[in-house]
Antibody, heavy 124, light 108 residues
């Protein structure tokens, strides 16, 4: 049974860097895409980006989104972990952050396993 | 960017059928996935690739997708089905994952 577990600080100061880790157990991170998704309180799901088992990344980029320039994702296959760093955070980055497993070498596949999520609050 | 439109809320009586839509231009050409999310919990995949049902998901959950609308149908609705439902696709043009705004299903 594949399980995902997010970990990291629950409180980050404005302008600092949010750093989260997703530990995967019961299965390998190899051959899968891994995404980070966040959800502000009372709002919908927002895809932040994905990283492959080989470290290839794709981050969300929209006209009105500053995410792409602030996000870094990486994988550590030796530890079976996926990481997220979000720089220069503001209160708007306060949300529950989920890691999720995507397709096996298929970017169109559904997210079949999710972590429980971790609440990150940006506040001084 | 590709936008998925869901109704904010749907209400249904127990035992009836709930229909939740997800609209977008030519969504019928994409694979649509649906997630159920109960308060304080992570989303759970209930339908994948338009009409696939993961192991452990009741047959009451079904999906369809054609033209500009994808639909999640929940038959014989139970109180335990009350949750937020999110549709999701992969947009090949941007190589981005896109979620709908979510629909809150209320069981009267």
């Amino acid at each position: 049974q594949v399980q995902l577990q997010e970990s990291g600080p629950g409180l980050v100061k404005p302008s600092e860097t949010l750093s989260l880790t997703c530990s995967v157990s019961g299965g390998s991170i190899s051959n899968f895409y891994w995404s980070w998704i966040r959800q502000p309180a009372g709002k919908g799901l927002e895809w932040i980006g994905r990283v492959s088992d080989s470290g290839m990344t794709n981050y969300k980029s929209n006209f009105n989104s500053s995410l792409r320039s602030r996000v870094t994702m990486s994988v550590d296959t030796s530890k079976n972990q996926v990481s997220l760093e979000l720089a220069s955070v503001t209160a708007a980055d306060t949300a529950i952050y989920f890691c999720a497993r995507g397709g096996q070498n298929n970017r169109a596949s559904a997210f079949d396993h999710w972590g429980q999520g971790i609440l990150v609050t940006v506040s001084s | 960017s590709y936008v998925l439109t869901q109704p904010p809320s749907v209400s249904v009586a127990p035992g009836q059928t709930a229909t939740i839509t997800c609209g977008a231009e030519n969504i019928g050409r994409k694979s649509v996935h649906w997630y159920q999310q109960k308060p304080g919990q992570a989303p759970v995949l209930v339908v994948y690739d338009d009409d696939g049902r993961p192991s452990g998901i009741p047959e009451r959950f079904s999906g369809s997708n054609s033209g500009n609308t994808a639909t999640l149908t929940i038959s014989r609705v139970e109180a335990g089905d009350e949750a937020d439902y999110h549709c999701q696709v992969w947009d090949s043009n941007s190589d981005h994952v896109v979620f709908g705004g979510g629909t809150k299903l209320s069981v009267l």
